[in-house]
């Protein structure tokens, strides 16, 4: 496929909501892992933004559906299938490129399937009192420290700026503007021992 098309693909990929790593993507759109990190800069670079878990566990992905493509469902592919079988028992002419469409169509939907559940808002059953202090700093536009434990269990203090908070699969996460990195990252959190004071 062409360098548009890749990006294009790597886009609805990620669009579904799921995580992906570089090599992930880069096996599926049969490119290097360098060519995928290049796609990501270049999306970037058009004010597509890319998340990104940091970790062994890390990857790529969007934390809102950007919602730049029309959506079929499978009403709609069933539908599409009823009118080529009957369009095949007539002189049809433009037959062939009606196929065309339809697997356009399908490569579509069978992308839209993909789409996991894992990415949501809070509801109220994941709230507590953690999540809700973090809310309230997050609308007064405060900058937080807290005590974050790592996946090796050492505690480090951060001065993070809250942006929001998001569920993905069965965990809460702040995205936050972190201090100590100067970059946008994503805390889990269940590894927040301590909110120490607000400033």
Request: a negative charge.
């Amino acid at each position: 496929m062409s360098k548009i098309s890749n990006v294009i693909l790597m886009l609805d990929y990620l669009n579904t909501g799921n995580k992906y790593t570089a090599h992930e993507l880069a096996q599926k759109l049969g490119v290097t892992e360098r060519m995928i990190k290049y796609y990501k800069k270049e999306l970037e670079n058009a004010g597509i933004f890319i998340d990104t878990f940091m970790g062994p566990n890390g990857g790529y992905f969007l934390l809102k559906n950007n919602g730049f493509y029309n959506k079929f469902n499978k009403y709609d592919l069933q539908l599409l299938e009823s009118v080529y079988s009957k369009l095949e028992n007539t002189d049809f002419q433009n037959l062939d490129k009606f196929n065309v469409l339809m697997e356009k169509v399908k490569n579509i939907y069978e992308i839209e399937e993909e789409k996991s559940k894992y990415i949501d808002d809070l509801d109220e059953s994941d709230k507590n009192e953690l999540t809700s202090l973090i809310e309230k700093y997050m609308n007064d536009n405060s900058r937080i420290k807290i005590v974050y434990e790592d996946i090796n269990g050492e505690r480090k203090e951060r001065w993070i700026h809250p942006l929001h908070i998001f569920k993905y699969g069965d965990k809460v996460y702040i995205t936050a503007f972190c201090e100590l990195r100067n970059d946008i990252r994503h805390f889990e959190i269940e590894r927040i021992k301590l909110i120490k004071e607000k400033q």
